[in-house]
Structures are given as structure tokens and as C-alpha cells.
């Protein structure tokens, strides 16, 4: 894979490394441009009394894209690195996350679903949250969540589109319908996505999205980019040749490429 649009690292609290132990991994494994892509700081709810580890706090975020920027700038001519930011959709918090999409100068920023009102359903330690609850209303209430958020104009891309099956609860009804919707709305606003490797890791045991998603996602014209969703510098481009084979199968011959928040394209 010539590029990797979605990395994190230790500010987050959650990965390892710094931003350039990532720069030099992707340099390393021959990439021609590195996606950095930490998670945007907590806005609803408070980082002192929610669990521990989940996002930069707010007064890092100049820093990251300061630092991002450097870095940016001291590899140049030996890889292309795009600052990024994996954005949370929240329902009810737009006009914050605009804020933040607007105050710094972004390659590309990812729009991912985590949270469902306080309750992030990619957090290992909140997955009791499934017990007593209806697998279907949740897919639903989730899938409602990523409609919105393609329809918000703040993103360039949405990340793990199907990432609610990540713990394996999956309803007995049949979700097609469901993920199409999402993918709909993401042709609609003329939004791309990812093939996120990560979930490879999780119970789910296949990326996000399905092959069956990516193959509608061709079907709608719906641009892909590939992330790793790397936490530690090694992961970088993870399961690369994996994610080729599943883009080629769906039929598509191009990776979708961000700069300065215009969508760009190379061959796979
Ligand atoms: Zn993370
Ligand atoms: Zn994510």
C-alpha cells in the first residue's frame, strides 16, 4: 500500500510512540504519503471523570498540529505526510467539532462514529453496555448517528463505517439495509471512506467495512482510502496486502488521497 490516512499516538493516551516513529515506520515500509490522524480531545463529557485514556486533552491540540506540521515540513521529499485529525461525530455537539475543523489548516479530517450519547462502542471497557439491549436498536441507533454525520459537511471521509459490529453482537435481523443507508448518505454528500484494517484485531475479525459494503461503496462511486488505524509505530500499513486484495475484489482500481481537504486519487 503506497499510503496509510489513518495513525495515532501517544497523546491519546491510548497508543505508543511519537508522530515521527510513525513517519519513519511508513518510510520504512516504502509509503509514499502517512496520514497522521490522532483522535480529537473529549467534548462531551469530562476527560477527569470519564474513563481514563480516550483522546489528547484540549490544550494539546495546538501542539499536535504544530508538531504535525513540523514534521510535515522536515520530511519532505522523502514522504508526503498529511495532518489530520480523526474528528468524532456527537450528536448535539456540531457547532464544537466545526470549531476545531475551522481553526487549524487540515489535510483531511476522518469522521468517525465512537460515541452513542456517553457510551463509546469501540471502548473495550463500556462493552457491558450491550447486556440488555436490543443488538437491533443499537445497529440502528448507530447507523443513524453515521447518516448524520456524513450529512454534516465537516468531514472528508467517514472511518470505520460499520464499526458497531467491533465487539461481534450482531442483531438475528438482517442490517443490510441499514448499512446501505449509511453508505447512501455518504454517495449523497460525496463523502469517500476507509478500508480500516484494525478491525482484523477485534472479535469481529474482518476490517471495517465488509466486503460486502465495499462492493456496494463501488457500486455507489463512493471513493476508498486505506488506514491502519495504527496504535503502535509497527502497525503502520497493517494488513496492507490483505486491504489491497479486498479493494481489488470489490473493483476498485484507485486509493483515495487528501490534501488540504481536496480529495485526490492513485492507483491501488
Ligand atoms: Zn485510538
Ligand atoms: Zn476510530
Given at each position: 500500500m503506497r499510503v496509510d490516512y489513518h495513525t495515532h499516538h501517544a497523546r491519546c493516551g491510548h497508543a505508543v510512540g511519537d508522530l515521527e516513529a510513525y513517519i519513519q515506520s511508513a518510510i520504512t515500509k516504502g509509503m509514499e504519503q502517512i496520514g497522521l490522524s490522532d483522535h480529537m480531545p473529549l467534548l462531551h463529557v469530562d476527560p477527569a471523570t470519564?474513563?481514563?485514556?480516550?483522546a489528547m486533552p484540549m490544550d494539546e491540540l495546538p501542539r499536535y498540529v504544530e508538531e504535525c506540521l513540523k514534521l510535515k515540513e522536515k520530511y519532505k521529499g522523502r514522504i508526503s505526510v498529511r495532518v489530520g485529525l480523526e474528528g468524532d461525530y456527537i450528536e448535539g455537539c456540531e457547532d464544537k467539532i466545526a470549531e476545531i475543523v475551522r481553526a487549524y489548516p487540515w489535510d483531511y479530517v476522518i469522521g468517525s462514529v465512537h460515541f452513542l450519547g456517553t457510551w463509546d462502542i469501540t471502548d473495550f471497557r463500556q462493552?457491558?453496555?450491550?447486556?440488555?439491549?436490543?443488538p437491533l436498536q443499537v445497529y440502528e441507533r448507530y447507523y443513524d448517528a453515521v447518516r448524520k454525520a456524513a450529512a454534516t459537511g465537516l468531514y472528508d471521509y467517514l472511518g470505520?463505517?460499520?464499526?458497531?459490529?467491533r465487539f461481534g453482537?450482531?442483531?438475528?435481523?438482517?442490517v443490510t439495509d441499514l448499512e446501505d443507508s449509511a453508505l447512501e448518505a455518504v454517495a449523497k454528500h460525496g463523502l469517500a471512506i476507509e478500508l480500516n484494517a484494525a478491525g482484523i484485531h477485534a472479535p469481529c475479525k474482518e476490517m471495517y467495512p465488509s466486503l460486502r459494503m465495499l462492493k456496494r461503496a463501488k457500486e455507489l462511486g463512493i471513493p476508498v482510502t486505506y488506514g491502519?488505524?495504527?496504535?503502535?509505530?509497527?502497525?503502520?500499513?497493517?494488513?496492507s496486502a490483505d486491504a489491497k486484495a479486498l479493494l481489488l475484489e470489490a473493483g476498485f482500481t484507485e486509493i483515495a488521497t487528501f490534501e488540504n481537504r481536496h480529495r485526490g486519487k492513485i492507483p491501488v
Open positions: 470519564y474513563y481514563p485514556e480516550m462493552v457491558h453496555n450491550w447486556e440488555g439491549r436490543n470505520h463505517i460499520d464499526a458497531i459490529k453482537y450482531r442483531p438475528q435481523e438482517d491502519s488505524d495504527a496504535h503502535h509505530p509497527d502497525k503502520v500499513g497493517q494488513k
